[in-house]
């Protein structure tokens, strides 16, 4: 597998590959693959819960949650590849050489590469079709399969997600937690409200209870 670096600051660069038009049907890799998944309870509320100070200007609405799919070259945190595809890109970020490829950030495990939390601060080139441009007080992120970036001259830099921001799709691996009688989703230490947006299912970013 035909590899090039990139330089130290955490910029990956997609080179001439075009993400907008980008092959979804490449052949698989052929792997052994291990997901990690977690059982999410469903209840049925309608109890209105706001955090701290924080007020939501979207209204509650509890619905059962259902990951969402962003292709076969997507997986969750904690799938394992015994091998990555040709065009992923690898950078050194923080002492640490990662790889990302299709929204999907990896680090070398068991002689294979695991899906890992995205690292704050990252930069990647360009993003996979399929995100999300949640605007919060007047700023535009870019949400792509739980992760949140803002972009910069360099590229989409990787960032904590921000309170107030509405998104429609949430990946494997979110896990339901009730407080005072009100559920919300968890995934990657970021809360999430259920709500309904323009008639939508969706999720709000909220601050974690009794902050």
Same mark, same amino acid.
């Given at each position: 597998?035909?590899?090039?670096?990139?330089?130290?600051?955490? $910029?990956?660069?997609?080179?001439?590959?075009?993400?907008?038009?980008?092959?979804?049907?490449?052949? #698989?890799?052929? !792997?052994? $693959?291990?997901?990690?998944?977690?059982?999410?309870?469903?209840?049925?509320?309608?109890?209105?819960?706001?955090?701290?100070?924080?007020?939501?200007?979207?209204?509650?609405?509890? !619905?059962?949650?259902?990951?969402? %799919?962003?292709?076969? !070259?997507?997986?969750?945190?904690?799938?394992?590849?015994?091998?990555?595809? #040709?065009? #992923?890109?690898?950078?050194?970020?923080?002492?640490?050489?990662?790889?990302?490829?299709?929204?999907?950030?990896?680090? =070398?495990?068991?002689?294979? %590469?695991?899906?890992? $939390?995205?690292?704050?601060?990252?930069?990647?080139?360009?993003?996979? =079709?399929?995100?999300?441009?949640?605007?919060?007080?007047?700023?535009?992120?870019?949400?792509?399969?739980?992760?949140? %970036?803002?972009?910069?001259?360099?590229?989409?830099?990787?960032?904590?997600?921000? =309170?107030?921001?509405?998104?429609?799709?949430?990946?494997?691996? #979110?896990?339901?937690?009730?407080?005072?009688?009100?559920?919300?989703?968890?995934?990657?230490?970021?809360? %999430?409200?259920?709500?309904?947006?323009?008639?939508?299912?969706?999720?709000?970013?909220?601050?974690? =209870?009794?902050?």
């Amino acid at each position: 597998m035909e590899t090039r670096p990139v330089d130290e600051h955490a $910029t990956i660069n997609g080179g001439s590959r075009n993400v907008g038009s980008h092959d979804f049907s490449r052949p #698989a890799d052929v !792997h052994n $693959t291990v997901t990690v998944r977690n059982n999410v309870t469903v209840r049925n509320n309608v109890n209105v819960y706001h955090t701290g100070n924080y007020r939501g200007i979207h209204p509650y609405y509890y !619905h059962p949650y259902r990951p969402y %799919y962003w292709g076969p !070259h997507w997986h969750p945190v904690g799938f394992f590849l015994s091998a990555l595809a #040709a065009d #992923a890109i690898w950078f050194n970020f923080n002492n640490s050489r990662y790889w990302y490829d299709d929204g999907c950030f990896y680090l =070398p495990q068991n002689g294979g %590469y695991a899906v890992v $939390t995205a690292p704050i601060g990252a930069i990647v080139a360009s993003l996979p =079709p399929g995100y999300e441009t949640p605007v919060v007080d007047g700023v535009t992120y870019y949400y792509f399969a739980g992760v949140f %970036y803002t972009y910069t001259g360099q590229g989409y830099q990787v960032v904590a997600a921000p =309170p107030g921001a509405v998104i429609y799709q949430l990946p494997d691996g #979110a896990v339901d937690q009730q407080v005072d009688g009100q559920d919300f989703l968890v995934y990657n230490n970021t809360w %999430y409200e259920p709500i309904s947006q323009d008639g939508q299912d969706a999720y709000e970013v909220v601050p974690p =209870p009794g902050q």
